[in-house]
């Protein structure tokens, strides 16, 4: 499947952001995870917040889980007016 520059980017940022916030030596595990995601946008432009889900999602897999089928519980919000647009993401192994 063809994946445009700008969202393998995307993935590789989030990919050593992920690895930075880990302990040393972490290995993904099996376990059952609770996301927690807030995206905070500097303006009000329209975006579907299930394509951005998707995307973080699938690129902690293998980094922080073995695969995201173990997410059990997941909250996602929109937040406007950051200065500069970020996501925070909150895990917690079950």
């Not at 690895?19 to 807030?38: E, K, N, Y």
Request: net charge positive; aromatic share 6%; with cysteine.
């Amino acid at each position: 499947m063809y994946k445009p520059r700008a969202i393998l980017v995307q993935e590789q940022a989030i990919k050593t952001a992920a690895i930075l916030a880990l302990p040393a030596g972490w290995m993904p595990t099996g376990s059952p995870w609770s996301v927690d995601i807030t995206c905070n946008y500097s303006d009000k432009r329209r975006r579907d917040i299930d394509n951005h889900l998707k995307l973080l999602l699938d690129v902690l897999n293998k980094v922080v889980y073995l695969d995201d089928s173990q997410i059990v519980q997941i909250t996602i919000q929109k937040c406007f007016g950051a200065k500069t647009a970020s996501t925070d993401i909150i895990l917690i192994e079950l």
